[in-house]
């Protein structure tokens, strides 16, 4: 299995991002995350799901969760320790779709 370390620097960067703000259906707020040191890689992960699938819906949700490969797992057996995806892991669940704001750097 190839790791997150591995998979990354495959997508396109996303440096010009300052945050990407993800909203409910309901138009209620899901997440902020903050291109900063500790979630830009999942800036990054975020930012290539939303180009590839327009949003966050299920199909990119399991996508996300083979990007972020070993932190699934890990994520999957310490509920809250990966909020990035655990966030992945609740579309799939609840079969909801986030829609994607992102806000680039000035």
């Known amino acids: 299995m190839k790791r997150f ?3 990354l ?3 396109e960067s996303a440096d010009h991002i ?20 500790g ?6 992960v975020y930012h290539h799901l939303w180009k590839k699938h327009g949003a966050i819906d299920v199909a990119a949700a ?6 972020y490969a ?9 509920p809250e320790k990966h909020p990035n ?14 829609r994607v704001e ?3 750097k000035s």
């Open 85 to 98: 995806i655990d966030r992945l892991l609740e579309v799939i669940s609840t079969q909801r779709t986030l």
């Open 18 to 37: 300052q945050t990407i703000t993800l909203f409910n259906p309901d138009g209620s707020k899901a997440g902020k995350i903050e291109n900063k040191p």
């Open 70 to 78: 070993e932190h699934t797992e890990d994520a999957e057996n310490n």
């Open 102 to 104: 992102i806000t680039e």
């Open 39 to 44: 979630s830009a890689g999942s800036v990054r």
């Open 9 to 11: 620097p495959t997508l």
């Open 5 to 7: 370390t591995d998979i």
């Open 62 to 67: 399991k996508e996300g969760l083979k990007i």
